[in-house]
């Protein structure tokens, strides 16, 4: 295998005489001067190169047929209109057009991505607000009857405190002042406790139900819209 210091040529770039093309630089590796050039790896090489390094066995020739036969082969090329700045111009014309189009291509379908994406965000966003607001309610509807109740029994438990000041008075007018008061709170006291019902959200359903398994864009949008529900609501029972 080729060493990448071989197919580099091996040699610096170094010019030790400008009026002597012969002598045109140093193998780095052998430091003797570069005498021939290698037509496999195209590089030029030091005698030491071509005995016992990477070029050992490589078919060499004289520089200055080399130089002949590169000339030669520009020349042809030139010939056959291969250095023709046209001809790469008008590839170079038809690529830089390829690649414009997929720029253009690509920012456009970012841009529907990103459209896409918000109209997603923003109708989940609406549909938490709408969810949000449901569990709101219900848990509002659900304490209002609880504090009801909280108020009728601080209310009985007043009463049941005020009783209890008169029954130790020993004003006889003062008690049938309260008579109407005292006799009414006694048939409040003596009715029965009994239980309400009230319900807790124990659960959300994030069930994404449709028909389709495979849904477009529209289809999507609109099952957001009724996604998220109140699931299992679990009854809760107090005395009151």
Known sequence: MISDQAKSGGFSNKQLNSDDTQRVGECVNHKRLLEAFCTVCHVLI????????????????????????????????????????????????????????FEESKQKVLKEIEQTFNKIFQLIKQRKDEVVNLINQHYEIQVNNIDTQEQIWMDKQSRAYDVIKLAKSSNDYQLLEKATYILESLDILRQTPTYKNVYIVNSIDTTFNTNNISLNLSEFQKGLQNWIKLGESVLIQFKC
């Not at 056959?80 to 590839?91: I, P």
């Open 46 to 101: 030091c005698p030491t190169c071509l005995m016992f390094g990477d070029h050992k066995g490589h078919l060499v020739d004289q520089m200055d047929k080399a130089t002949k036969d590169l000339r030669t082969s520009m020349d042809q090329a030139a010939k056959e209109g291969l250095l023709k700045l046209e001809k790469t111009e008008t590839v170079l014309v038809d690529i830089r057009h390829t690649k414009l189009t």
